[in-house]
């Protein structure tokens, strides 16, 4: 009776760990993974950080204003503290009004708002890639969970028929050793396949804050990937869409606009300003100056021509290497694009070609199955080479998902390359 409860609380567990098992559809994996990458949160902060950069200059233009007190006792002369007199209260405020090179330094702040901007969806990009990669491998290890489990099936029958063929003095004993073989391979695969499934359901967890136990592909929603032609230019495509070269081309347009406000540091600036104080009589102005005044202000402009200065000449020289620099890391990067876009083509044509070989591999075999049972049914086989036609077919069904999942890992990669990962990835199936 004891037993037989064990039994049933055993089902019922496992019953309700198959209820609350999640099938994830490939959209909700992604939109969870965007929502939860901290590679998201950390490229969000990072174009904020930009945003206040290019805020900060901007408002460079809107006069400061400060009130406060320099309360002070003065003996004989009132000298002034910091500059200014001894007062009760103060205000004083300061603004740009022309400014050249900070009109540089604004656009160069743009710029550089926009290049975090473009990392941004840069790394967008690649976490649509990270998870959709390991969503694909997860499905496709599922599948060949089920195709290797079948396998060993097929394993366990012929070696249970080799084993009374040798017990029937039919067969030898290196014979049942090779089906003993057999059946070993196919659980050592299923063992290694199983920690495959489950690395990559961690992986999804991590990616998607889903938990790992409760993660089931569903194949049904995986979108279809677009047709890849290759006399269609894919590289001018990936350079006129790839954050990564506008990222380059940005950051390389910040630097010169750095530059051109360092080299014009020479040109003339007009500051607003004004001030305004309320003195004390305690400090013995009325002692020195003719006529006391208790309210005092002085509104004006500051206007400032530069001479000389060979420290601003050299970060001029510096800005300049940074700028130039800059240029040339936007060049390597259109050239990096477009070599790894042409070899990711090309790639993929290759692997297509894999994918149909292994396709017929795993025809022939299957027909070779059918071979076998006919053969079977007609007394010209045994049962076993039934059962070791089917381990072949195994083999080669598996190795044409392992193909397939290289296609899709490719295209993958590609569609990243060229910019078209995230409208794909939005697809609803």
Do not use: C
């Amino acid at each position: 009776m004891g037993h037989s409860f064990k039994k049933l609380a055993l089902l019922s567990l496992l019953a309700a760990t198959t209820l609350r098992a999640e099938t994830v559809p490939f959209n909700k994996a992604i939109d969870a993974a965007l929502k939860h990458s901290g590679t998201m949160a950390i490229a969000a902060a990072e174009e904020a950080h930009a945003q206040a950069g290019l805020q900060q200059a901007r408002h460079a233009y809107i006069p400061n204003a400060v009130i406060g007190s320099g309360l002070g006792y003065s003996f004989g002369f009132p000298l002034t503290l910091e500059g200014a007199a001894p007062s009760i209260l103060n205000f004083n405020t300061y603004s740009m009004l022309l400014n050249m090179p900070q009109r540089e330094y604004i656009k160069s702040a743009r710029f550089q708002w926009e290049a975090a901007s473009s990392q941004t969806l840069d790394r967008r990009n690649q976490v649509i890639l990270d998870t959709a990669t390991a969503y694909f491998q997860l499905d496709l290890a599922l599948s060949k969970l089920k195709v290797l489990k079948q396998q060993e099936d097929a394993a366990h029958k012929a070696e249970f028929i080799t084993t009374q063929r040798v017990n029937e003095g039919v067969d030898s004993q290196l014979e049942l050793k090779k089906s003993q073989l057999n059946s070993a391979r196919a659980r050592m695969k299923i063992a290694e396949l199983q920690a495959d499934v489950d690395v990559l359901r961690e992986r999804l967890s991590k990616l998607t804050g889903i938990g790992a136990a409760d993660f089931q592909t569903e194949t049904q929603s995986l979108p279809k990937f677009p047709e890849v032609k290759q006399e269609t230019d894919l590289a001018s495509i990936a350079i006129a869409n790839s954050p990564v070269v506008k990222a380059a081309d940005q950051k390389a347009q910040a630097e010169d606009a750095r530059a051109k406000a360092e080299h014009k540091q020479w040109m003339p600036t007009v500051d607003f300003a004004a001030q305004y104080a309320m003195l004390a009589k305690y400090n013995n102005y009325d002692e020195f100056y003719k006529k006391y005044e208790r309210n005092n202000a002085s509104i004006g402009l500051n206007i400032r021509f530069p001479i000389f200065s060979a420290s601003q000449r050299d970060v001029a020289a510096a800005a300049d290497a940074d700028a130039i620099k800059a240029k040339k890391e936007a060049e390597n990067a259109r050239d990096q694009v477009t070599e790894q876009t042409l070899k990711l083509q090309r790639e993929l044509a290759q692997i297509s070609a894999a994918v149909d070989v292994a396709k017929l591999e795993y025809e022939i075999a299957n027909t070779g199955v059918d071979a076998a049972q006919g053969r079977l049914e007609s007394g010209n086989a045994t049962a076993r080479d039934v059962e070791n036609a089917r381990v072949d077919a195994s083999d080669r069904f598996a190795a044409y998902l392992d193909a397939q999942l290289e296609y899709q890992k490719t295209q993958l990669q590609l569609m990243r390359a060229t910019g078209e990962i995230y409208d794909w990835a939005a697809t609803k199936k």
